[in-house]
């Protein structure tokens, strides 16, 4: 079974600093999708970015890009910037498959300090 | 675009009750629904996949009698809970794959907070 690894459960970065989330993920298949959602308190869970395995370049989206190592199986995403509004909690997640089933890691809460 | 509702957002019942929880794809038609289960400070869990005219497909460990899933429509699916117990307190949210644009893609309602007494 595939499993998603966040390793940091909280992170806080001052407003307008760059902060970095980790997740690492394990599977055996070779083309996959990797996303990180956002949750904040309302708990709406908002889609940040989305990375194709089978794409090398990383995906951006605006001031969030991804670090994408299909070797090593890891999947960061960097954010630029930060906001007060960025702060939420962050799920990485994988999926493949007939139905695409979604993967979540723990969790990563993030506090921006004004 | 890719708008999903969920109805009620949040419900209080009587242990031993049931309740209805309908989730609803507004713009798009829904090729597979998901149902995921997420306490406190934790993350979301699957429960179960649906798609159109088929049974539900459980994540190991739901009780299928328990959370009844019901795909009747391309732009419907609802979960029922039934016999309703305290345990069952939590937040419900689903989720639905767009038939066209990116289809591995899920879009999420906004919940249901569920409150057993």
């Known amino acids: 079974a595939q499993t998603v690894t966040q390793s940091q459960p909280e992170m806080s970065v001052q407003e307008a600093e760059t902060v970095t989330l980790s997740c690492t993920y394990d599977t055996s298949e070779s083309d996959y999708y990797l996303f990180w959602y956002k949750q904040p308190p309302s708990r709406q869970m908002i889609l940040v970015i989305r990375q194709e395995a089978y794409k090398q370049q990383n995906a951006t989206e605006n001031r969030f890009s991804v670090n994408f190592q299909k070797a090593a199986k890891s999947f960061s995403l960097k954010i630029s910037d930060s906001q007060l509004g960025d702060a939420a909690m962050y799920f990485c997640a994988y999926s493949r498959g007939s139905n695409y089933k979604l993967t979540f890691g723990k969790g990563t809460l993030l506090t921006v300090n004004p | 675009g890719a708008v999903v509702s969920q109805h009620p957002s949040r419900v209080i019942c009587k242990s031993g009750t049931s309740v209805k929880i309908e989730c609803r794809s507004l713009?798009?038609?829904?090729?597979?629904m998901f149902w995921y289960r997420q306490f406190p400070k934790q993350s979301l869990m699957l429960m179960a996949t649906s798609n159109e005219g088929s049974k539900a497909t459980y994540e190991q460990g739901v009780e299928k009698d328990k959370f009844l899933i019901n795909h009747a429509s391309l732009t419907l699916s609802t979960l029922t809970v039934t016999s309703a117990h305290p345990e069952d307190s939590s937040f419900y949210i689903c989720?639905?794959?767009?038939?066209?644009?990116?289809?591995?893609?899920?879009?999420f309602g906004p919940g249901t907070r569920l409150t057993v007494t």
């Open positions: 989720s639905a794959r767009d038939r066209g644009g990116y289809s591995y893609e899920q879009y």
């Open positions: 713009d798009f038609q829904a090729t597979t």
